[in-house]
């Protein structure tokens, strides 16, 4: 049911001639409400008005979607210009009023509804300035094309300052008593800001904005605020289509324009649901469950069955579309251009980041799309693996540091099913290594120096600008966890950056224990998250085709972005798949079944079932299928394609990246194929180790993973290509993997502690490897078999930093079988003795071997060490992520930054072969041991 759309154009100021005019669409009222500013008459043109109709102008504009009643004196001040009339009447209006940037309230039949006045034909800019110091609160700054400037200025003074006006000046610098005089507005205090409206003329807005209160100053950046668009696409369920969602700033209503087909009359329902939608993890799964997407998206808690008066859009909870505009019931297929007056894009009310569902006429959740702002994005993100286990992801645009941050959380406890009460924060430091405490994070990152002394946590919840920045829990809410299934939230803040001299990326954030405890319970680094990206390699085959597939994807929630450019098919081609194994060049014939396999179908869906290429959404076809998906190759010579696929993962233990891409001929048969590896971006360094057995059991297990400076990395690759020896008799089939602590077994290797509690194993599955021991290979990817390749992809293995699977061993095991082989890597790995202390500065010895080298600290990679009993020596072994330097690392003993570190294990042989309880030979005075193996 439609219930208000408004039309809404900007009155000129007095003397410049325009018109007004408001459409009008609520609950059985239709028509228009008009303004002449020639002749200064407003004439109201209704259908179904109850008889008497009141409209009154008011002082501010409207803020669509930040509070309970957007309408209210509070919220759009007092009224200016107020008459009654019938729905069909004329009456004369003040001219001498100032109606630009203020807000209509239109009253009828028990409801009302209100718009801003905006420019016929014209547009409206606006731009923002925040203050944090003494003074706290925001200036907007709202300007059509008229020269007159609207200032609406909403402040507060701290520090227990009396309350008095404030002087505001524009300025190129942040200089004081160097600016152009703007106007006074009053000040609040620190319980209640004042808001006040100034009206300037002023050819241009300048970069800062100064304010003199009594004899202090401060000043602000003025910063433009851009128009947003966000998208919600579908192809789930035979349904195809978009939800595209503009709102050109705070001060307009939302634009929704809806493209649905393939809705076969089975549509009814369509809302915004408060979270994302899940990345599908197995068959069968209902992603668009209540479960996966969570309530209807209703923030300012709206019971429209409850409301005596319907006060327009708001009268329905947020989410509520098909409440507001009405049902798709019965159709096909639905276009429609909507206005809608409580759908904000900006603010901690804001839809980006959740979903839209569309529900079955039976009330089935049926298709769903998350709300994914449109153009370029910064995203980071905070891994937890100890104590807490999950994720936080941060999204936000990059144009300026004042734009919204979407901070999406999905956390679960370790061992215990729930608690709740946690309290969660920005700390102001990184943690060096994942082996320090999360007391090393040190405080609350707070650096505009909010107070936190008298009625603070109360303070914080009226207004963002009174919290610390880091205070997420103050500013939001604290947060539940639970097990296995992680508690999941979105917030939507307005006072954090990951832009701007304030970003917080490389700062740490902190989940403390329940109930408001204190106690910091895990703790991770906030990282810049890198896009995962793949492109196919060399092509083999027959075929004659050239070009590449691209693909990117942002994180496991997106989708992917695909860019095909293919040439020299001739005619020939047909479908083009992924493949379940890369293609080994080297091979006879590197396309074939035998080597690469068939298509990569992790869900298991049954070809049989899925459409004609190019006829079905995306999920109905295998992973592997993207000439399903897309159509085929079938008589062209090139095909130049870019889109974007919601079922082609680039992340994850379903991750495509690492396989192959076949072409194929006509008939189905292989035409060329080439390996889908993943691309490495400029600031990544691969990092590439292998298990070699030998004996009843041959060959390799290989890994690979792209690490950063930061400490970011990618998911790990494993390649399993292991045969049964020639010569064994019995038939070794199904066998257990596992990473164990030493090199030639001891236990499961687990260095986040993950508790060996009965239960907790049935949590750790391939949906939820990072539940399991980071050793326990079995159960996040299964069994393994002799003569069976196959490549997973692991998200919880890491080949660098403090808890290194490398030096670590992989046993296989079958019945009364157990073999087991290193992890080393393609590098040296390089052992010294050194100086024996009670504490080892892990990062100091990395920074003189870095000194020493001339090569970055970040890639040194120490690794589990020797201890020598009853000796003043220790031993320490590393490697260097990318350096095959061995006859620099032979001379390290002779490097100024390294000497310290030897103590008298160097220079002293005597004294070092009397205590060392190994065979040491041939130590001469400059020398250390070194251990160097190669990957064969």
Request: include cysteine; charge should be negative; proline fraction near 5%.
């Amino acid at each position: 049911m439609l219930l208000l759309t408004l039309t809404a154009l900007l009155l000129l100021d007095p003397g410049i001639h325009g018109d007004f005019d408001v459409q009008i669409h609520m609950i059985g009222v239709t028509g228009s409400v008009s303004i002449n500013t020639k002749t200064w008459t407003l004439r109201t043109n209704l259908t179904g008005a109850c008889g008497v109709v009141n409209i009154s102008i008011h002082e501010f504009p409207v803020k669509y979607g930040a509070s309970f009643n957007h309408c209210d004196v509070e919220a759009i001040g007092h009224l200016r210009y107020n008459v009654t009339m019938s729905g069909f009447s004329q009456v004369a209006i003040d001219s001498n009023i100032r109606y630009e940037g203020r807000s209509l309230v239109l009253k009828t039949c028990g409801q009302q509804g209100c718009a801003n006045l905006v420019e016929k034909n014209g547009s409206q800019n606006a731009w923002q300035a925040i203050f944090h110091s003494f003074i706290i609160g925001q200036v907007y700054f709202l300007k059509s094309s008229t020269p007159d400037l609207i200032t609406v200025a909403e402040l507060a003074v701290l520090e227990g300052m009396p309350t008095s006006h404030a002087s505001l000046f524009f300025s190129d610098t942040c200089q004081m008593n160097n600016g152009q005089v703007l106007g006074s507005t009053e000040v609040g205090n620190n319980q209640k800001f004042v808001k006040k409206r100034l009206d300037v003329i002023t050819a241009s807005i300048k970069p800062f904005l100064l304010l003199q209160y009594q004899e202090r100053w401060t000043c602000a950046e003025v910063r433009s605020i851009q128009p947003k668009e966000a998208t919600a696409q579908f192809s789930m369920t035979g349904i195809t289509g978009s939800f595209r969602f503009r709102q050109e700033s705070p001060f307009y209503p939302t634009q929704l324009n809806m493209s649905l087909s393939g809705l076969r009359g089975l549509a009814d329902h369509y809302g915004i649901y408060s979270l994302p939608v899940l990345a599908r993890q197995e068959s069968g799964q209902n992603l668009c469950s209540k479960a996966n997407i969570g309530q209807l998206w209703n923030p300012l808690e709206v019971n429209s069955n409850s409301m005596a008066v319907k006060n327009g859009h708001s009268s329905w909870p947020m989410g509520d579309l098909s409440g507001r505009h009405g049902a798709l019931e019965g159709d096909e297929k639905y276009e429609a251009v909507l206005i809608d007056f409580n759908l904000p894009l900006y603010g901690n009310n804001s839809v980006v980041g959740r979903s839209v569902a569309i529900s079955k006429t039976s009330g089935d959740q049926w298709a769903c799309s998350t709300i994914r702002l449109e153009g370029e994005v910064v995203r980071a993100l905070a891994s937890f693996h100890k104590g807490v286990i999950g994720k936080v992801m941060f999204q936000q645009a990059p144009s300026s540091p004042y734009n919204d941050l979407s901070i999406y959380l999905e956390l679960s406890h370790e061992l215990n099913p729930f608690s709740s009460g946690h309290n969660w924060h920005i700390h102001k430091f990184p943690l060096q290594t994942e082996s320090v405490s999360c007391t090393n994070a040190g405080g609350h990152f707070n650096p505009y120096n909010v107070s936190t002394i008298g009625n603070y946590s109360q303070e914080c919840k009226m207004s963002p600008l009174r919290c610390e920045t880091g205070d997420y829990a103050g500013r939001h809410s604290p947060i539940s966890l639970s097990t296995p299934t992680p508690a999941r939230y979105l917030f939507t803040d307005t006072s954090s950056s990951l832009t701007g001299p304030n970003s917080i990326i490389g700062l740490s954030l902190v989940v403390h224990g329940p109930e408001g405890a204190s106690i910091r319970v895990a703790c991770a680094n906030i990282l810049l998250q890198r896009n995962s990206e793949g492109r196919t390699s060399i092509w083999f085959g027959a075929g004659n085709a050239q070009g590449e597939l691209t693909a990117s994807q942002a994180s496991d929630n997106d989708p992917t972005l695909v860019d095909i450019n293919f040439q020299g098919l001739k005619g020939l081609a047909g479908g083009f798949h992924i493949h379940q194994l890369p293609v080994s060049g080297g091979a006879d014939n590197p396309c074939s079944n035998t080597l690469i396999r068939g298509h990569f179908n992790p869900f298991n869906v049954n070809v049989s079932t899925s459409p004609t290429a190019g006829n079905g959404t995306d999920d109905e076809y295998e992973v592997g299928d993207i000439s399903g998906r897309q159509g085929s190759l079938a008589n062209r010579d090139t095909m130049s394609k870019q889109f974007t696929d919601m079922n082609l993962p680039l992340s994850g233990t379903n991750s495509v990246l690492g396989r192959s891409l076949v072409i194929h001929y006509a008939n189905g048969s292989r035409m060329q194929c080439a390996s889908f590896l993943p691309h490495l971006p400029s600031d990544g360094e691969w990092v590439r180790a292998a298990a070699e057995f030998s004996g009843k059991i041959t060959g390799r297990i290989s890994l690979s993973q792209i690490v950063y400076p930061d400490g970011g990395s990618s998911d790990t690759t494993i390649l399993v290509d292991l045969q049964t020896f020639s010569t064994t008799p019995e038939k070794i089939t199904s066998l257990e993997w596992s990473i164990r602590t030493e090199d030639r077994g001891g236990e499961l290797y687990n260095p986040y502690e993950l508790p060996n509690q009965s239960g907790n194993w049935s949590w750790c599955t391939s949906q939820r490897p990072h539940h399991c021991r980071v050793g326990d290979l079995m159960r996040k990817h299964g069994l393994i078999s002799p003569g069976n390749n196959v490549l997973v992809t692991d998200p919880n293995l890491p080949l660098t930093r403090d808890f290194t699977v490398i030096r670590r061993s992989i046993m296989v095991a079958w019945d009364n079988l157990e073999l087991s082989a290193p992890i080393l890597p393609d590098v040296p790995i390089t052992s010294v003795l050194l100086q024996r202390v009670t504490t080892f500065n892990r990062s100091a010895f990395q920074e003189a071997v870095s000194l020493a080298l001339n090569v970055p600290p970040w890639k040194v990679t120490l690794l589990p060490g020797i201890q020598y009993n009853n000796t003043l020596c220790q031993q320490m072994d590393f490697f260097i992520i990318g350096y095959n330097d061995t006859a620099a690392l032979a001379l390290l003993p002779n490097q100024e930054s390294l000497k310290p570190y030897y103590g008298s294990c160097l220079g002293n042989e005597g004294s070092l072969l009397s205590r060392a309880s190994v065979n040491l030979v041939n130590i001469t005075q400059f020398l250390v041991i070194v251990y160097v193996f190669f990957m064969s």
